[in-house]
């Protein structure tokens, strides 16, 4: 018997699988997905017992048109093969498509980008609701638990509220174009808003409410539409598009409509406040009226001319005191004159060697006088005529 070296029987595995399974269909989920800088995908296929490991190569990989996702159910058409340096057999993929719920999962993906490009879920475009309405439409099962738990809650919070139900089909083939003409026959009646719901299920009994029909109707629709569908984990395509998502069909109606107990207390809060606001603004306009009468206290007329009265008697007492002060002054001005005068006053002066020295009547000093001039000397008891005959300056 030959012995074999490892490479030499992965060769003769690798050629007995390549032409046992040179073209194989097979199902199972996606798991532990590579994308490799080549291009290549790496990802395991699996099923409740087994794994089985896989790859794309690039040439088949840019054919894809979905992404490949963890835990997506798929239908691979490959061939397998033996990678020999590890000794593992794998399939080699042509292509691969979704299988059951996958199928699904990429159609809602693929139209919910198409929308998205559109401009079906942006934001600006949202319409806003009332926050007290009168009038409202339900679109769904008129036979559902969904209706039952909607009318409970507004029955509850806001009984104030005309509702009007739209009964059509919320699964199968014909529910999506049931829920589209209920959508664009209740647009034309003035509803405050519309809610399209239905209670839980598997994404094939949401499945209508993904529908592109559906979509484009809420899309039109000049009312606000609220999309309460399924629990609060479930996202369906009406969700995005819709101008309110709410996670369950009650809560949509605890979403939309005033709380009646809330808003009694609310009321009672409103009046507290504005009884007191008012007690604080009339405690605030004593008091402003009390600094005005107090401004006008010392601002009045009266006050300024009894200002203007002590300002002139002020002014009066001053003016009589600055006068005396003056008088008094000018006396004691005119009483130093007269002593000066009369100081210097020829009668008073001593009576030796002082004379006063006139000419022509008129007194001069006696330094004018030159050689030659005639001069008169006069004291209290004499006057003398004289002549200058010599002068010398003393200094």
């Not at 060769?11 to 798991?31: A, H, P």
């Amino acid at each position: 018997m030959n012995v074999l070296n490892v490479s030499s029987l992965n060769e003769q595995i690798k050629t007995l699988l390549e032409s046992s399974f040179s073209r194989v269909l097979v199902e199972g989920e996606l798991s532990r997905i590579t994308f490799h800088n080549s291009g290549h995908i790496y990802f395991t296929l699996k099923d409740s017992t087994s794994t089985l490991k896989a790859v794309m190569f690039k040439g088949n990989a840019t054919k894809l048109k979905f992404q490949l996702k963890e835990g997506l159910k798929v239908i691979l058409d490959g061939a397998i093969t033996l990678y020999k340096p590890r000794g593992e057999y794998q399939i080699n993929c042509f292509s691969i498509e979704p299988a059951g719920h996958g199928a699904l999962a990429l159609a809602y993906e693929q139209l919910k980008q198409k929308l998205a490009s559109q401009g079906y879920f942006e934001p600006s475009r949202k319409k806003q609701l009332p926050k007290f309405p009168s009038k409202i439409a339900l679109i769904t099962s008129a036979s559902g638990a969904a209706l039952q738990d909607m009318l409970r809650v507004a029955n509850t919070r806001y009984r104030a509220l005309e509702i009007d139900i739209y009964d059509v089909l919320v699964q199968g083939e014909s529910a999506a174009s049931s829920i589209a003409n209920a959508i664009i026959v209740s647009d034309t009646r003035d509803y405050d808003f519309i809610v399209i719901g239905r209670g839980g299920g598997s994404i094939e009994d949401l499945w209508a409410f993904n529908e592109e029909i559906v979509a484009d109707a809420i899309f039109r629709a000049k009312t606000p539409i609220v999309s309460a569908v399924g629990h609060e984990i479930d996202w369906v395509i009406s969700d995005f598009v819709s101008d309110l998502r709410a996670p369950t069909p009650s809560a949509a109606m605890q979403m939309t409509l005033p709380d009646t107990n809330e808003l009694y207390q609310t009321l009672d809060s409103l009046s507290s406040q504005h009884t007191q606001l008012i007690s604080q603004k009339l405690q605030s306009s004593k008091q402003e009226l009390s600094h005005l009468y107090s401004l006008y206290s010392t601002h009045s007329i009266e006050k300024k001319l009894e200002q203007k009265m002590q300002e002139v008697k002020a002014l009066k007492e001053s003016f009589s005191h600055a006068i005396t002060t003056r008088l008094n002054v000018a006396q004691n001005q005119v009483l130093n004159l007269q002593k000066m005068l009369e100081s210097n006053h020829p009668k008073f002066k001593s009576k030796k060697g002082f004379a006063q020295i006139s000419q022509n009547s008129k007194v001069i000093d006696i330094s004018t006088l030159n050689v030659g001039d005639e001069f008169t000397a006069q004291s209290d008891e004499v006057s003398i005529s004289a002549k200058v005959i010599k002068r010398e300056n003393i200094i």
